[in-house]
């Protein structure tokens, strides 16, 4: 990490260096991502919306890292109350809706297939509105002075894009690790308590059932005793 | 801002359509909403590592849904927000119709954010609570307007320092992953050697036993 902070350091330096020229740059793109882990209760079915506007996508990625069975029904359905898709006791699941219509997208988890157990259930949203205002090119106009910067700061910014776009890829791809290793965990814990619980009533059914042998042969032998004598 | 079109909630679906997109999430970066009946409690979990910033967005109204149509804003209805540790010690509880939450992370883990929602009167039936919700954590919660106003920073520095405070999430992410890695490690540990020994000690317990009954008959 110590050497892209120190790039990001030079290039801040150096573009300090220059800002006094450059007025209006490209705005950030439109792609916004929130992810949420909740807990949905055995026999209950949780929906969500989205307020979406057309031609735009929407990704969502969706996994069950905790409850018993480790799945859960998911529905997706656009506003006109159209099926987009459907996944049946899935335990993780990646779906993009390209939106051909304004309105509220409702996806959907549900649970009621079990009467007992809680899910828990993460869900990671990556929208993407395709409204792109700004001309990315606008800052040339502004610039005065040397013309030989004109070159570098394009390479710049270039470089600048492409470092956001990938650091954005490693936090998804980061949340998504953790789902999995929060899964993987919750998968072994549980193990673990199934695993101690079991030992110790074998344990004790071992136990008793030794007693008891021994008392009963303890009695075949007293009435062999008594038949003697 | 967006009560104007609540009252004229008109005859004409176009108009209709218009009024579901400006009502509600107004304001808000992201326009995900859900429904919630009076006195049902929702819990989201967050999973962040220490000394991280957790912001949320919150606002709440009421739905009538045979009008299907939006009731105007009372204060009535009040959201009660409580954030809670791993350790389940209440750090942040907040009650409002609308409005941000925003708390710091101790030690890292699963914190637990859970919202309910109470009304001063009892809901009738066919009314829902439609709450728009937001949760924000680390490098996504700097107000970048504003340091940029603070600092006086141009477009490409501002950038800049976006790129250097995701980074520096990442990274923070990254060694509490590591640290979670080593839990893991030990709890698979654990399993392993009851698995492991527990036949092997049952064995001995049974042999013992039978040779030590066997002598004193």
Not at chain 1, 195 to 221: E, K
Not at chain 2, 51 to 72: A, H, N, S
Not at chain 2, 93 to 98: F, M, P
Not at chain 2, 159 to 188: M, P
Request: with cysteine; aromatic share 10%.
């Amino acid at each position: 990490m110590e050497p892209v902070r120190m790039v990001l350091c030079l290039l801040s330096v150096f573009i300090s260096l220059v800002s006094d020229r450059l007025v209006v740059l490209a705005s950030f793109s439109q792609a916004t991502d929130s992810d949420f882990t909740f807990s949905l209760p055995a026999g209950r079915k949780e929906c969500f919306y989205q307020t979406m506007k057309k031609e735009a996508s929407l990704e969502i990625e969706y996994q069950v890292l905790d409850g018993a069975g480790l799945d859960v029904d998911f529905s997706i359905s656009s506003p006109s109350g159209q099926l987009l898709f459907s996944d049946q006791r899935k335990s993780d699941g990646v779906h993009t809706v390209e939106t051909h219509e304004d309105g509220d997208y409702v996806f959907c988890f549900d649970n009621t297939f079990s009467s007992i157990s809680e899910k828990l259930v993460f869900f990671e949203l990556i929208l993407d509105n395709m409204d792109q205002e700004e001309d990315p090119d606008n800052w040339k106009e502004h610039i005065i002075g040397t013309d030989s910067l004109d070159m570098k700061l394009e390479d710049i910014m270039d470089t600048i894009n492409n470092v956001k776009s990938r650091l954005g890829k490693s936090v998804q791809i980061q949340t998504l690790l953790r789902a999995f290793e929060a899964r993987d965990r919750n998968l072994q814990e549980s193990n673990f308590d199934r695993v101690n619980f079991w030992s110790v009533v074998n344990l004790f059914v071992m136990m008793v059932v030794s007693a008891v042998q021994v008392y009963l042969v303890r009695l075949l032998f007293e009435d062999k005793r008594k038949i003697r004598t | 801002m967006g009560l104007g079109g609540n009252m004229e909630s008109g005859s004409l679906p176009r108009f209709m359509l218009e009024v579901f997109l400006v009502n509600c999430c107004l304001g808000l970066v992201s326009s995900l909403y859900f429904h919630m009946t009076e006195g049902e409690q929702k819990c989201f979990i967050e999973e962040i590592p220490a000394d991280t910033v957790v912001v949320g967005d919150y606002w709440t109204q009421l739905y009538d849904e045979q009008k299907r149509e939006y009731l105007p804003a009372t204060r009535n209805l009040t959201l009660s927000v409580a954030a809670r540790t791993p350790t389940d010690e209440l750090i942040l509880s907040h009650k409002e119709t609308k409005g941000r939450f925003n708390f710091t992370s101790f030690t890292s883990g699963e914190h637990k954010i859970c919202l309910q929602p109470s009304l001063s009167q009892p809901l009738s039936a066919g009314f829902i609570v439609v709450v728009c919700m937001d949760i924000r954590s680390g490098e996504r919660t700097n107000n970048y307007t504003e340091i940029q106003k603070r600092e006086l920073l141009t477009q490409l520095q501002l950038r800049v320092r976006r790129l250097s405070a995701q980074v520096h999430d990442i990274h923070k992410e990254l060694i509490y992953s590591r640290s979670r890695e080593k839990n893991f490690l030990v709890i698979n540990h654990n399993v392993n050697m009851w698995i492991y020994w527990w036949p092997i000690i049952r064995s001995v317990f049974v042999v013992t036993f039978i040779i030590h009954i066997t002598n004193s008959c």
